[in-house]
């Protein structure tokens, strides 16, 4: 059996039956527990977030706004998973996948909710003074030393990762989004160049090293200087997305009543729901849909938690309710334009969009359906600039997730020195990202992320009691609300 099998059968276990199980069910305990406190305070948790966005924040040395701190994570969990990703999702599950999407994200809120919260009870300074958190420190600082191994594994499991589903595979994407609208607009990205004996795209290699600039410069500028550029990117790249989003959905206005149809139906009956047998099965349907959905929003994965830790409040449930919102612009909003795109456009052409039910799609039958509405080229456009920037700003906060577990693996006296090599050699592979097929390392780099949520999802239940009474506390005392 090859390496590339290997991977393959190891990410299929990762994130089999077991792993979904216990995301979706610790969101479903969490849930319960607390009385649903992602739908009893959702107004609560609006007027909080997106409500005090455009409010004046400060922050001190070593920690960045509330807001700074949400657009971080969510520069994470918005990525090439809400374009690529839900398309198929849906492909490969059937509209029905929408619909578990929604369900795993309804109770991800509360599980992301959850983890901020620990994030902000349990987090400490570092060598340089800045605020570190996430399941590293909320299982030292939490469950005590003697759990401080679990920390190490996710921190080992998270530093890997970053490598893979925050860098190359990210990097690799806008490379073929951009290399696919030069190719829409009549110019040659097949051009290659000689490196290191081996003939690599010239395009993607130029991509590759200015995305590693750009990084590099937010990188090293610290948490301060990645908050600043989030908090300006991620509103950015949403709007742009969400608009002409809209304008394929208004287009094809007359086919949502439809759209919404296949979605229910296909939930529980897949086959069905497209009017013919295809062989798709409610298993696939289910697994397709919860596993995106958890994936988009990383609800219960521990990376978020890491980038709300740095946050200025002081307040543990009020970062808490981030999470919420979180979540629900990740997947409630711009993965269901994704889907909406799609399913509207496909409800209008048919067969003519070129769906291969059952099988495997990605960015370009997105590209198709936009194109259908505002042109091939403008639909090309958008989907590329939609990609890079997404995948840009993913890259950006993994650079800082991957550092923060390299600085805990290496002690708090050496980690923020050494932790110097790791970014460096984060930007290295960065332009390498950019110019291989990196099938296998999408593979490895799923499977490493998934890997990370066990360590996570057992501190999350065994602190369960200090979530519930920390919440409990929090909206008892009338003075706070």
Known sequence: ?????????????????????????????????????????????????????????????????????????????????????VTGAIVAGGPGAVFWMWLCALFGMC?????????????????KGDWVGGPMYYIKNGLGKGWSWLGVLFCLFGALAAFGIGNMTQVNSIASALNGAIGAFGGNADKTVALFGQAVPLTSL????????????VLFGGIKRIGSVTEKLVPVMAVIYIVFSLVVIFANVKFIPQTFGMIFKGAFTPDAALGGAFGIMIMTTIQKGVGRGVFSNEAGMGSAPMAHAATSESEPVKQGLYGIFEVFMDTIVICTMTSLV????????????????????????IQAAMGSVVGGRLGALVVAVG??????????????????????????????????????????????????????????ADALNGMMA?????????????????????FSDKSKL
């Open 342 to 365: 799609l399913l509207t456009a496909y409800c209008r052409l048919g067969d003519g969009l070129g769906i291969e039910w059952g099988g495997n799609g990605d960015a370009q039958l």
């Open 387 to 444: 990609l890079s920037l997404f995948a840009l700003s993913t890259i950006i906060s993994w650079s800082l997730y991957g550092s923060r577990c390299f600085e805990y693996l290496c002690g708090k006296k050496l980690g923020t020195k050494l932790s110097v090599i790791y970014k460096i050699i984060f930007l290295v592979l960065l332009p390498v990202g950019a110019t291989l097929k990196i099938g296998v390392v999408w593979d490895l």
């Open 111 to 127: 599980t992301k909710y959850s983890e901020v919260l620990l994030a902000v009870k349990y987090r400490e300074r570092n060598d």
């Open 206 to 217: 130029i991509f590759g090293v200015v995305v590693a600039v750009i990084v590099g410069l």
């Open 1 to 85: 059996m090859s390496f590339a099998e290997i991977v393959t059968k190891v990410d299929g276990w990762v994130w089999g039956p077991v792993l979904l199980v216990l995301l979706a069910g610790t969101g479903v305990y969490l849930s319960v527990r607390m009385g649903f406190p992602q739908f009893r305070k959702f107004g609560y948790a609006m007027k909080n977030t997106i409500g005090k966005m455009f409010s004046k924040q400060q922050a001190g040395e070593g920690e960045v706004t509330p807001f700074q701190a949400v657009t971080t994570a969510l520069a994470a969990t918005v990525g090439t998973g809400n374009i690529a990703g």
């Open 454 to 474: 066990f360590p996570n999802l057992v501190a999350l239940l065994a602190l369960s009691g200090v979530i519930i009474k920390t919440t409990k506390d929090y």
